[in-house]
């Protein structure tokens, strides 16, 4: 984008109408491109008010298409999602709505198959035992998923293995 052109009102509109038609957005993220373009506070303040009115924002709608997009795509957990969310100044009630939407079931299940998976790998490359089980447990906190959940569903795959893998 070209920051030194200054849009008027008019223009800037419809070019945030199409950025927020693209794709939902946070109202961060809309309040600095529209800053972007030349316009003062009084101006911003004036096209955040009519893009939510026209239901192009919507803060709780952006919040909870985020978390689940994070969490389906990129198998993020809670604990991330919610950073992320507070890094675009997303409010607190928008992230517990959004983090609310997420399916605990399919949250454990995500757990499962990520420590299947990353267990696969570490084996291969010859880990066991408790070092084996503090890798995937320190893979899954940096994902974003706590830890005591994290350790409890690892403690339910080894089970189901049929071999306790804390040795």
């Not at 192009?56 to 969310?85: D, H, M, P, T």
């Not at 990353?118 to 291969?124: F, M, T």
């Not at 890798?135 to 306790?164: C, M, N, P």
């Amino acid at each position: 984008m070209n920051r030194s052109k200054r849009f008027t009102p008019e223009q800037a509109l419809e070019k945030i109408k199409h950025y927020c038609a693209y794709q939902e957005r946070s109202h961060y993220e809309v309040r600095e491109r529209l800053f972007g373009f030349g316009l003062n506070a009084k101006e911003v303040d004036s096209l955040m008010a009519d893009l939510i009115s026209q239901n192009y924002l919507n803060e709780e709608r952006f919040a909870i298409q985020f978390a689940g997009g994070k969490f389906r795509q990129k198998k993020w957990g809670r604990k991330r999602i919610v950073y992320e969310l507070k890094t675009r100044k997303v409010s607190d009630f928008n992230i517990k709505v959004a983090i609310a939407a997420i399916d605990p079931e399919d949250y454990r299940e995500t757990i499962r198959e990520l420590i299947r998976k990353k267990k696969e790998l570490l084996v291969r490359e010859t880990y066991e035992g408790y070092e084996l089980r503090a890798r995937i447990l320190t893979f899954l906190t940096q994902k974003g998923f706590e830890a005591e959940l994290a350790q409890d569903v690892y403690k339910q795959v080894s089970e189901s293995d049929g071999r306790d893998l804390n040795i």
